[in-house]
């Protein structure tokens, strides 16, 4: 149903809620990007959070980069803040007392490390220092009620961000339930996630926002405190209301849930 989508037009008449920027581990001024395609510079690996490995930036949107960690393949691209703590300039690791590690995956024979590691420095254009923004602080507490919306990345297609609802939230966590998509999207997270994004924040950094999908709204689906693992139908849906595709089946919200491949489109 939705052509284009602008959130003023989207909530206009509904009861419209969008989560506080007190609310987000979020510049209130979202950083610029001065970084370059294909420069180098250190990230912890998220297969691996203990190992700092050299990443090259393989992809930008917004403040958003994409990375891809040398000698990995290209199946675990990742996308980071440009004011993430997980992302270092070269040489951040060494002077810290750390030494850079292979990624989960290494293509090459561990042994070949040390000589693939100069070889990748070696001429590389390198991400200046300056590009590397402060990390917000996090909020003192989750700030978050059920109904807020906001913008969020979606984890199985996370080059997307997409407007979103707080479906349940329980102790430091919220569940992200993604506007008109069945819920095999949804997930859990911490409030201080760097994952989710106040209301306008795609539009005014230049990233692009997904548009809603045609589920129906998911305003109505506040969810108490239902495990990440029993994500169920809105308790609005009726037989009727999903007559046009068939109901989720506890089984589809299984299936998938630790592919690390795109879920794409
Ligand atoms: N077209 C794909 C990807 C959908 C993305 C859903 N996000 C936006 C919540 C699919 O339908 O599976």
């Not at 979202?30 to 190992?51: G, M, Q, V």
């Not at 506007?179 to 990233?207: K, L, N």
Request: hydrophobic letters at 35%; one cysteine or more; glycine letters at 8%.
């Amino acid at each position: 149903p939705f052509v284009s989508f602008t959130w003023d037009e989207y909530l206009k008449g509904k009861d419209a809620n969008p989560a506080p920027q007190a609310c987000f581990k979020q510049a209130p001024v979202p950083p610029p990007n001065d970084f370059t395609l294909h420069s180098k510079l250190e990230a912890l690996d998220p297969r691996n959070i203990t190992s700092t490995c050299i990443a090259t930036i393989v992809g930008l949107q917004g403040p958003r980069l994409r990375l891809r960690l040398d000698g990995s393949d290209n199946k675990n691209d990742f996308w980071r803040l440009v004011d993430s703590g997980d992302i270092k300039p070269i040489g951040w690791c060494e002077e810290n007392g750390g030494m850079l590690q292979p990624p989960l995956g290494f293509r090459m024979n561990a042994s070949s490390w040390p000589m693939f590691l100069l070889r990748t420095l070696n001429n590389a254009k390198i991400a200046p220092e300056l590009a590397f923004k402060k990390e917000p602080p996090t909020p003192p507490e989750n700030l978050f009620k059920v109904g807020m919306k906001l913008e969020a990345i979606d984890r199985k297609n996370p080059h997307l961000i997409c407007p979103a609802t707080i479906g349940g939230i329980r102790d430091n966590m919220i569940f992200i339930s993604f506007d008109g998509w069945r819920g095999v999207f949804d997930y859990w997270c911490e409030f201080d996630s760097r994952d989710i994004f106040p209301v306008g924040w795609a539009a005014s950094t230049g990233h692009y926002l997904q548009l809603p999908g045609n589920k129906g709204t998911s305003s109505t689906r506040g969810r108490k405190s239902s495990a990440a693992s029993t994500v169920s139908q809105p308790p609005g849906a009726t037989p009727s209301a999903s007559a046009s595709s068939p109901p989720v089946s506890p089984m589809t919200v299984e299936s998938g849930d630790q592919s690390p491949a795109y879920d794409n489109e």
